[in-house]
């Protein structure tokens, strides 16, 4: 086993400079450290965590707490993404990452005590449910950062995909295509749900468009069937939008059972529009026009944020991408 000893013997350094190197220490100048540094990994060096924990107090590792209103887990394709970059960026951080329950030993346990028996460096909460203002309320007394995703907790940091701005840019979209009769077709009553209402009926106005009210109804996120009956009421009014956007792109698999089952084409007879930017939905033909958030920054900024290098916003949002697909036609004026 390579020790710090024999790397301090190979650059000609004390054991304290070696020590600062690899702990980046602010007090020793880049070239020595990154030659020590090169040195170690050369040499195969693997630092000893158990030690350097006893030393320090800290376990170099981040607690996760997840749950998600439709009970799809590590299933679902968006929050698994955020999940999969955040460990792998923890990971190249030098930390341990492990998932944070309310049982232990089989007896119900809060998150906070949890996270203080595992003595976690941070935590990530990404919680979809009711429960989530009384999790972050809970975490308050833990001594440890802690990032939420899409909600926003008094002294904690928030990472957002910037919602507002993707469903204006959906809007804009389908109107440069020459729609006027959209629709939207939103989920549940949440956090997220009233960011990306509120901006729809924004970018609708700033456009000069008059929104039936019938236009806008609650499907739910996750769940294709309850998107399919949506539309079934869309579909029965005396005139139909032109182009719709659903809650999120799984929503497009009950869209298009709805279409096929009244012989309407896609994009031709009907136009829709997702949220998400899963994969799967541009393997389909056609593929669906929607708006990718960035669920790969997003996980690397929670991991960033919680291993001591915070963003200056306590609340941080980012911007998604569209992706113009097949599913929106272009109308002339």
Do not use: W
Not at 103 to 108: E, F, H, I, Y
Not at 118 to 124: A, E, S, T
């Amino acid at each position: 086993m390579v020790t710090l000893r024999m790397i301090a013997e190979k650059c000609g350094v004390s054991l304290t400079t070696v020590s600062k190197a690899l702990n980046d220490a602010q007090d020793l100048n880049a070239r020595t450290k990154e030659r020590i540094r090169k040195t170690a990994r050369e040499m195969g060096y693997r630092p000893n965590v158990a030690a350097k924990a006893l030393r320090t107090n800290r376990s170099y590792s981040f607690g996760i707490i997840y749950e998600e209103a439709a009970k799809y887990g590590l299933t679902h394709e968006f929050f698994s993404s955020v999940l999969n970059s955040f460990m792998t960026r923890s990971q190249e951080l030098g930390y341990d990452v492990f998932f944070l329950g309310d049982q232990l030993a089989g007896r119900r346990i809060s998150y906070a005590d949890h996270a203080r028996y595992r003595n976690c460096d941070g935590i990530l909460v990404i919680v979809g449910t009711d429960s989530v203002a009384g999790i972050l309320e809970d975490l308050n007394g833990c001594d440890c950062p802690v990032v939420s995703v899409d909600y926003e907790g008094e002294g904690v940091h928030s990472i957002f995909s910037d919602n507002a701005r993707g469903m204006r840019e959906l809007v804009d979209y389908a109107v440069a295509q020459g729609h006027r009769r959209i629709a939207f077709l939103h989920g549940e009553d949440t956090p997220v749900t009233r960011i990306r209402l509120a901006a729809f009926r924004e970018a609708i106005s700033a456009h000069g468009i008059t929104l039936p009210e019938e236009y806008v109804s609650e499907a739910r996120y996750h769940n294709p069937g309850a998107c399919q009956r949506a539309l079934q009421f869309l579909l029965s009014l005396p005139e139909i939008p032109t182009c719709v956007l659903l809650p999120d792109d799984i929503a497009y698999l009950g869209a298009v059972n709805e279409f096929a089952a009244r012989g309407m084409r896609v994009p031709q007879d009907i136009s829709v529009m997702g949220y998400d930017g899963i994969d799967m939905t541009q393997y389909v033909h056609p593929k669906l026009t929607t708006m990718r958030q960035d669920a790969g920054a997003m996980g690397r900024a929670a991991a960033d944020i919680l291993a001591g290098q915070p963003s200056e916003q306590k609340k941080l949002l980012i911007p998604g991408i569209l992706i113009p697909g097949e599913t929106v036609r272009r109308i002339n004026p």
